[in-house]
């Protein structure tokens, strides 16, 4: 595990698009797996109000998963579009952990606080210089 970690270079810009690229994936994997929860919950919940409004979220967490992975792959492509997405996704799951510190959600908020400042972090210190 210590010859793992020496070798591990922040100071490289290839480990810090590597890990950015390792975030947004992790994420993209999260909001799949809500995705999934959320249509389970569509064909067994006899308790959902307005299935419209869940079909909405399913779509928007399907649409919102792959938007994750494509950025994911952009950063390990190291292609130059990626990094503006991938920052205000990031600002929008800091602003969501807010409102899960707000429902008593601590330990949830802290991890996508953590995670989603951390990638919004390693995409600004891979912008190329000039």
């Given amino acids: 595990m210590g010859r793992l970690i020496s ?10 698009t590597t ?3 390792a975030l947004l994936f992790v994420e993209g994997l999260v909001v799949l797996s809500l995705d999934g929860y959320l249509i389970v919950q569509n064909f067994i919940a006899n308790n959902v109000d307005d299935r419209h409004a869940l079909l909405g979220e399913i779509i928007y967490a399907s649409l919102g998963a792959a938007a994750l ?8 492509k190291n292609r130059r579009f990626q990094r503006a997405p991938a920052i205000l996704f990031n600002l929008i799951f800091a602003g969501v952990s807010t409102y899960m510190f707000g429902e008593g959600l601590i330990l949830i908020g802290v991890v996508t606080l953590l995670i ?5 972090i390693t995409a600004i210190s891979v912008i190329p210089e000039k």
């Fill in 7 to 16: 070798m591990i270079n922040l100071q490289s810009k290839a480990w810090r």
């Fill in 19 to 21: 890990i950015a690229a």
């Fill in 69 to 76: 992975f494509l950025l994911a792959w952009g950063f390990f």
């Fill in 116 to 120: 989603s400042i951390t990638t919004v």
